[in-house]
């Protein structure tokens, strides 16, 4: 079993819709939980980091952490063509940074 | 200010010949990381340098890989006798204390 678990996708949704991202992790002793987001050859960029549960928001992006379920989501409303990239979430303890396969999200006009 | 600069951005070689591939990381950042990024894969951790510590190795995959860090500063990774399952995009990202890991644009390696 993998440490962190992501749905690759594709995920294809009209434009205004609202997006649900999300990934389960096994290791308890994560602490800190991020989003990137990595459009088609770039690198990846941090959208958004947290390092408790409970939700974080920015402007549109809503993040999300459940450690009792070890679950983290990232809320996208009012998506937009330009939010079109692969999003992935990565966690952490104090040592390692483990990043899930990401998943691609395609928002059609 | 500038962020973190890889080179070259793509790479095409031939089967067991040697690279190198450089990250210019972002002033200032003591934490430099490796990853590989295979298409429907995720990141693949190599290696991590913190400071003047001794490096983190444990995620490369075969004593072909190897990597320096000069200076505290500019890093090489460096892949030799290539084999075709190299062929991926390799991925550096620096930091500072418990800030987020900052990536580059990658170098897209092709073993032909």
């Known amino acids: 079993q993998k440490e962190v678990e992501q749905d690759p996708g594709p995920l294809s949704v009209p434009e205004g819709a609202i997006v649900s991202l999300n990934c389960t992790y096994s290791?308890?002793?994560?602490?800190?939980f991020m989003w990137y987001r990595q459009y088609s050859r770039k690198g990846p960029e941090l959208l958004m980091y947290?390092?408790?549960?409970g939700n974080k928001e920015d402007g549109r992006f809503t993040a999300q952490v459940d450690k009792s379920s070890k679950y983290i989501s990232l809320f996208i409303r009012d998506s937009q063509p330009s939010d079109s990239a692969t999003y992935l979430c990565?966690?952490?303890?104090?040592?390692?940074?483990?990043f899930g396969t990401g998943t691609r999200l395609q928002v059609f006009p | 200010g500038a962020g973190v600069s890889q080179s070259p951005s793509n790479k095409v070689t031939e089967k067991g010949k040697d690279v190198e591939l450089r990250c210019d990381p972002i002033?200032?950042?003591?934490?430099l990381y490796w990853y590989r990024q295979s298409l429907g894969q995720g990141l693949e951790f190599l290696i991590y340098?913190?400071?003047?510590?001794?490096?983190?190795k444990s995620g490369l995959p075969s004593d072909r890989f190897s990597a320096e860090r000069t200076g505290g500063s500019v890093s090489t990774l460096t892949i030799q006798r290539t084999q075709q399952e190299d062929s991926a995009v390799y991925l550096c990202?620096?930091?500072?204390?418990?800030?987020?890991?900052?990536f580059g644009n990658g170098t897209r390696l092709t073993v032909t």
């Open positions: 990202a620096s930091s500072f204390g418990d800030s987020p890991l900052h």
């Open positions: 947290t390092y408790s549960s």
């Open positions: 290791n308890s002793a994560f602490q800190y």
């Open positions: 990565a966690m952490s303890d104090v040592d390692k940074l483990i």
């Open positions: 002033s200032g950042h003591t934490a």
């Open positions: 340098f913190q400071g003047n510590s001794a490096p983190d």
